[in-house]
């Protein structure tokens, strides 16, 4: 019944080595999402795609890359993590605003990153 | 610039007291409105949502909110609450475009 399935649920990696996190939908929705989420904060939107079109936020550091191969795989690249990166990766789903209903987003699970 | 506030970081209230859960937006016209929550280690789950017409809308889990556009503010009921419902709960906005604005969060702790 997961209708957005991150893997892994939790990943370490070390200060420094690449990390790549996954995201699948089955919802064929246009609009996919990444999120990062610190402890007890707002999840802050990093980056989405409408279908093959991506677009960044203005204050996403350039050390965070996406990719969506297909529409239904979205993958969120972590060149070089730091220390401070360390934090939930939550991906999101939607269809397209001028769709019904209103742009709902549906979120998977997270994936927990610590950096060693 | 459109924003969305909750008042309140942390609430306490006793399994089967009522609940409310404050929020305040900003914005010039009628935003889309959302409650999600989001237990301890999970992704953040879609409770109800508001986009037009009757302004108490009912949710999943039992919750319902109304919006009141005199007060800017789409508050999050219970009548009841379970130990489950503990959790932290976000009230987000969206004018109709791709970006959510979230609150700051609310987290909910459930005494037996």
């Known amino acids: 019944d997961a209708m957005v399935i991150q893997n892994p649920r939790y990943q370490v990696t070390q200060f420094g080595k690449p990390v790549t996190l996954s995201c699948s939908q089955t919802?064929?929705?246009?609009?996919m999402y990444w999120y990062q989420q610190k402890s007890s904060q707002a999840p802050k939107l990093l980056f989405h795609?409408?279908?093959?079109?991506?677009?960044n936020e203005a204050d996403t550091p350039d050390n965070f890359q996406s990719r969506r191969p297909n529409t239904s795989f979205c993958f969120l690249d972590i060149r070089s993590p730091g220390l401070g990166d360390a934090a939930m990766y939550l991906c999101a789903t939607s269809r397209s605003p001028g769709d019904s209903p209103k742009n709902i987003q549906y979120f998977g699970a997270g994936t927990r990153l610590s950096v060693l | 610039a459109q924003s969305v506030t909750q008042p309140d970081i942390h609430i306490t209230v006793s399994e089967g007291a009522s609940l409310e859960l404050r929020c305040n937006y900003s914005y010039g016209a009628t935003p889309y409105l959302f409650w999600y929550v989001q237990s301890p280690g999970q992704g953040l789950q879609l409770l109800l949502k508001y986009f037009s017409g009757d302004t108490l809308v009912q949710g999943i889990k039992g919750f319902e909110a109304e919006f009141k556009r005199s007060q800017s503010s789409f508050n999050l009921r219970k009548p009841s609450v379970h130990w489950s419902d503990a959790a932290e709960y976000f009230c987000a906005s969206t004018s109709g475009t791709y970006k959510y604005i979230f609150g700051t969060g609310t987290r909910l702790k459930v005494l037996a």
């Open positions: 795609y409408y279908d093959k079109d991506f677009n």
């Open positions: 919802l064929n929705h246009n609009v």
